[in-house]
């Protein structure tokens, strides 16, 4: 074998999950089509779930430091949520660009010895009993293959699952534009995805909002005024902005411009043998909510500590399909979500009356924190009794955060009672133990954690020595 995990695509769910990989010690090759990154702005944001998840690994400060600010809570279909109802350290949005997050990773990825190979397309593979053979301007051969290569996957078509979903019907128009002052100063400070929003009595919107650098602006319009399946020519760009600004800021360059639709398609299976889907390869949606980077870095945490116990040889091959099991049920909940809010947003009496309707709903504080729970990416629930399944809230303790003890990429096991630390003793490799003075809940004694920050055992109703084999491997 060349390496253990080829990863197709360096966008963020490529790079978390080799990131990931080789924290946990095993060799990921990243093989990425492109030369060097596009310069376009795409995401924007991080959802309060993928900033714990960045927590956990400690990478959240470089974040916060290359982020443009905080974005108050999220909306859906453009009514706000409150996310400072929810039980995070985080109840807000992370407003920094993919670009930044990509580097972030990247950087971790070059930090723990592995790296980005550039310029190299994947076209094809085979698979067999004990690998996977990639080909490309080079073939290699690796236990297990993972297509990150976005929405127009190579690895998803060759693999020949469905893609089923729905085609677009609308499309959108999105350019990065340096903007200067007409009679009133854009806006500086990033509070929300879309800014300076105008609506027109036909229904067509256009929204502003600042991407970093002094002067640079992502302008979002609805519509596309020449044919959709071509790019926008830049007269197109200044006639609508006109049509949405006049003379209020000025147009002073178009950087890039393309189009989005409300395309809906999610990959029947997410594992086929030996290779795997994850990000855009295996959902696309409509970029609205801020939600596809965020579910392919969620998806990149799911699979990744799940590879490295099979390719150590700790954990059987069955985990791995945990990962479709898994995340597919959380895509198909986003890809509908988005499709609702998508079907209120537009124009017509019916759907307007539905956006007011929502907007009475939403502001009831238990709609408001059902909605807040699903944008977030906090309200995530693998399934079991209780709390099993769902994500561990970080909490203090004696030294710190119990989220830090997660930096390694083991599994923890916290405890109030000293008893519980006995059988995770010889699991000193792949679980980090702690006594803490205290749970979350009350009348808890003990919870086992996943890497990813998901609890698998808790006590009392789980036994935790039961518990550590079945999701850690038995020590011989
Ligand atoms: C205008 C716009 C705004 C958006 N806003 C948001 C937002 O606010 N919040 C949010 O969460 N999401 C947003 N998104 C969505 C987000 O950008 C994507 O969900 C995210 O990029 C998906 O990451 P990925 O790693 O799965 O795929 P990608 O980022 O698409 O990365 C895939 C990589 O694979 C490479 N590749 C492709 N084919 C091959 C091959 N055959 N071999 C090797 N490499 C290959 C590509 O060059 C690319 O680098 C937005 C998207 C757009 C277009």
Redo the contacts with the bound molecule.
């Keep these: 074998m060349d390496t253990d995990v080829i990863i197709?695509?360096?966008?963020?769910?490529?790079l978390t999950l080799a990131a990931e990989l080789a924290l946990a010690g095993v060799r990921p090759t990243v093989?990425?089509?492109?030369a060097e990154r596009s310069g376009q702005s795409?995401?924007?944001?991080l959802q309060p779930r993928t900033a714990e998840l960045l927590a956990l690994r400690g990478l959240l400060p470089a974040a916060d430091e290359q982020a443009m600010g905080r974005i108050d809570g999220g909306h859906f279909a453009g009514v706000p949520l409150d996310y400072t109802a929810l039980e995070t350290r985080y109840p807000y949005q992370v407003g920094i660009l993919?670009a930044r997050v990509e580097q972030i990773l990247e950087d971790r990825l070059a930090a723990l010895g592995g790296k980005v190979h550039r310029d190299?397309?994947?076209t094809g593979f085979e698979q067999d009993d004990d690998g996977v053979t990639v080909h490309?301007p080079q073939t290699l051969r690796a236990r297990y293959l993972v297509g990150?290569?976005?929405?127009r996957?190579?690895i998803r078509k060759l693999l020949g699952t469905g893609f089923p979903g729905t085609d677009a019907t609308r499309w959108n128009t999105?350019a990065d534009v340096v903007l200067g002052a007409g009679t009133a100063a854009p806006p500086t400070v990033v509070t929300r995805?879309g800014q300076a929003r105008r609506v027109r009595p036909d229904g067509s919107f256009a929204s502003v909002v600042p991407i970093g650098e002094p002067g640079l602006y992502r302008f979002v319009y609805s519509g596309a005024a020449d044919d959709p399946a071509e790019d926008p020519t830049h007269q197109e760009v200044t006639d609508r902005f006109h049509t949405f600004y006049g003379d209020e800021y000025e147009l002073v360059t178009i950087r890039y411009a393309s189009r989005?639709s409300n395309a809906a398609r999610q990959a029947e299976r997410y594992r086929v043998g030996r290779v795997f889907l994850a990000?855009?390869?295996a959902h696309v949606h409509l970029?609205i909510g801020?939600?596809?980077?965020?579910l392919?870095i969620q998806d990149a945490f799911n699979l990744g500590w799940k590879l490295a116990a099979v390719l150590t040889g700790r954990m059987p091959e069955t985990l791995l399909d945990t990962y479709e099991s898994e995340r597919h049920p959380v895509g198909a909940q986003v890809l509908d979500a988005i499709r609702a809010q998508a079907a209120v947003q537009t124009p017509e009496p019916g759907p307007r009356a539905m956006r007011e309707l929502l907007t009475t709903f939403l502001a009831v504080p238990a709609t408001n924190r059902l909605a807040a729970g699903m944008s977030s990416g906090l309200d995530i629930d693998y399934g079991g009794p209780g709390h099993l399944g769902t994500r561990l809230p970080d909490f203090p303790i004696r030294d710190g955060w119990a989220g830090d003890l997660f930096h390694t990429g083991r599994g923890v096991l916290l405890t109030t009672d000293e008893k519980h630390l006995a059988p995770a003793r010889p699991y000193r490799d792949r679980i980090t133990s702690a006594l803490v003075e205290h749970l979350p809940w009350d009348g808890t004694e003990a919870v086992l954690v996943r890497p990813d920050g998901y609890i698998c055992a808790i006590t009392p109703g789980d036994q935790i020595d039961q518990a550590l084999p079945l999701w850690f491997g038995t020590i011989n």
């Design positions: 197709a695509g360096a966008g963020p769910a490529g093989v990425e089509a492109l795409k995401a924007m944001n993919q190299r397309r994947l490309g990150c290569d976005g929405g996957s190579t999105v995805m989005f990000g855009d390869a970029p801020g939600q596809g980077m965020n392919g």
